[in-house]
C-alpha cells in the first residue's frame, strides 16, 4: 500500500465497518482479537480511544478470505 493510498482511504468506524461486511460491531470486535484461518487479521488503528478501519483495509480483508475466492 502506497502512501496516497493511504492518504485517500476512508477512515470507517466499528459500525461503519461491521455494516459493510454484513456482520454486527460486537461481532467485529471479536474477529479484530482473532487471526483468521488463512493467517490475516483484520487490520484496524487505534486513534487515541477509538477504533478506526481503513475501508481499502476492509476491502482487502474480504478479497482474502478463502471463502470469497
Known amino acids: 500500500m502506497n502512501l496516497n493510498s ?6 470507517l468506524s466499528t459500525r ?3 455494516s459493510l ?4 460491531a460486537a461481532t467485529l470486535k471479536r ?6 484461518k488463512n ?9 487515541g480511544r477509538s477504533i478506526r478501519y481503513r475501508e ?6 474480504i478479497a482474502s ?5
Not at 461486511?21 to 454486527?24: A, E, I
Not at 481499502?56 to 480483508?61: A, K, P, R
Request: aromatic fraction near 8%; include cysteine.
Open 6 to 11: 493511504i492518504a485517500s482511504s476512508r477512515l
Open 16 to 18: 461503519e465497518a461491521a
Open 21 to 24: 461486511l454484513g456482520v454486527r
Open 31 to 36: 474477529w479484530r482479537q482473532r487471526t483468521c
Open 39 to 47: 493467517g490475516q487479521k483484520i487490520r484496524y488503528l487505534r486513534l
Open 56 to 61: 481499502t483495509d476492509v476491502l482487502n480483508w
Open 65 to 69: 478470505r478463502p471463502e470469497a475466492a
